[in-house]
């Protein structure tokens, strides 16, 4: 049973740093694109960035130079480092992976940017 499940969020300064990590199990995790993305009340969803089995990534253009995704093949994690924070990037984050017709949520984490 395919699962993702996040960690990291919290609530930090503007101009502060956050890391967040999703964790897969049950799905053969170097074949997926694994992607981050976030919805702020009120807003669709949107992409923050991904990066492919092969490790090419992109991003929103939002938090392009801000936010880098990477993904750890033998611990089956995908990170997005945050950094430079803005209150704008206020939203949930969601972990996604991907693959063919398959294609898996986590449950969100709060990221919170206020003074």
């Known amino acids: 049973q395919a699962q993702l499940v996040e960690s990291g969020g919290g609530l930090v300064q503007p101009g502060g740093s956050l890391r967040l990590s999703c964790a897969a199990s049950?799905?053969?995790?170097?074949?997926?694109?694994m992607a981050w993305y976030r919805q702020a009340p009120g807003k669709e969803r949107e992409l923050v960035a991904a990066?492919?089995?092969?490790?090419?990534?992109n991003y929103g253009e939002s938090v392009k130079g801000r936010f880098t995704i990477t993904r750890d093949t033998a611990k089956n994690t995908v990170n997005l480092q945050m950094n430079s924070l803005k209150p704008e990037d206020t939203a949930v984050y969601y972990c996604?992976?991907?693959?063919?017709?398959?294609?898996?949520w986590g449950q969100g984490t709060q990221v919170t940017v206020s003074s």
């Open positions: 049950g799905i053969p995790f170097s074949r997926y694109t």
């Open positions: 990066v492919t089995g092969t490790g090419h990534t």
């Open positions: 996604n992976g991907r693959w063919f017709a398959n294609n898996y």
